[in-house]
């Protein structure tokens, strides 16, 4: 083959892979456009959230992230912010409400309301 067809063929291949990239780039572009955040995401589940109980122990599991975690009387593990962790003692009876931010830690000497969506990053209004 001479230069100039190698050159052709070249071009031909060019133009086919400039395509496939605009593609990819435009499918990349459509499925985040549709994906929820993140933020979105933890925002849900922190509301949508519903336990009590009696805190039966507390531990910061190494093996998942180093997230808190308390142990309820229910035998239910749950995971909490650092700041609620912090503030709970084995014995100390605790409530969050599904639709609420509230984290209610009741303690023989009166309650503690800790509100978990200081912890968020507030997703934008779409």
């Given at each position: 083959?001479s230069?100039?067809?190698t050159g052709?063929v070249?071009?031909k291949y060019?133009k086919?892979?400039?395509i496939?990239?605009?593609i990819?780039?435009v499918?990349?572009?459509?499925i985040s ?7 979105k ?6 509301l ?5 109980g009696i ?9 998942d ?6 142990k309820?009387?229910t ?6 912010w ?8 084995i014995g100390?009876?605790?409530v ?6 509230n ?5 023989p000497s009166g309650?503690?309301?800790?509100n978990?969506?200081?912890?968020l990053?507030?997703p934008k209004?779409?």
């Amino acid at each position: 083959m001479s230069n100039w067809t190698t050159g052709l063929v070249a071009k031909k291949y060019k133009k086919h892979w400039n395509i496939v990239i605009i593609i990819f780039i435009v499918v990349l572009v459509f499925i985040s456009f549709f994906q929820e955040s993140a933020e979105k995401i933890n925002y849900k589940t922190e509301l949508n959230q519903n336990y009590k109980g009696i805190v039966l122990n507390k531990y910061i599991d190494s093996s998942d992230h180093s997230i808190c975690k308390l142990k309820l009387k229910t035998g239910k593990i749950i995971n909490v912010w650092d700041n609620c962790y912090e503030k709970v003692n084995i014995g100390d009876s605790i409530v969050k409400k599904k639709g609420s931010f509230n984290f209610f830690i009741y303690k023989p000497s009166g309650f503690i309301n800790v509100n978990i969506e200081d912890n968020l990053i507030i997703p934008k209004k779409q």
